[in-house]
């Protein structure tokens, strides 16, 4: 996986926040404004956009002003860096686990077939 140094820090950080992941499961749902946003965050708006800024910054959203209306979208193809490094994440433990499960499985044979160490 190619990211840049601290691009994964940057978006694991942004989604380590209860009211960011909030609205990106918002965003899911369809573009909003940051009035529609902030409403359920119960937050002044200056602590609001501090949130929608870490957002942009990790590249997972974008906004943009039409008059005083500023509206905000998820970025198409943005998880990709994390879903990449999960998966790999994912294939080394169940790699692990699948060669721990033989060594046990090896372990209880040898046990019930009288050649594996005494306890």
């Known amino acids: 996986m190619n990211l840049a140094p601290g691009q994964l820090d940057t978006l694991f950080t942004a989604l380590g926040d209860p009211t960011r992941r909030a609205m990106l499961e ?17 937050m002044a708006l200056p602590s609001f956009m501090a ?5 942009e910054a990790a590249g997972l959203v974008t906004t943009r002003k ?18 990449g490094w ?20 090896r372990l209880m044979k040898e046990r019930d077939n009288g050649t594996g160490p005494e306890d």
């Not at 918002?26 to 119960?42: D, K």
């Not at 949130?51 to 957002?55: A, C, G």
């Not at 999960?86 to 499985?105: F, H, I, K, P, S």
């Open 26 to 42: 918002r965003l899911a749902r369809g573009p909003a404004t940051v009035t529609e946003l902030a409403a359920p965050a119960g």
């Open 51 to 55: 949130h929608l800024r870490r957002l």
């Open 66 to 83: 039409e008059g005083r209306v500023r509206h905000v979208e998820l970025v198409p193809g943005a998880f990709t860096p994390v879903r």
């Open 86 to 105: 999960l998966e790999e994440q994912r294939a080394l433990w169940e790699g692990r686990l699948d060669r721990l499960d033989d060594y046990v499985t």
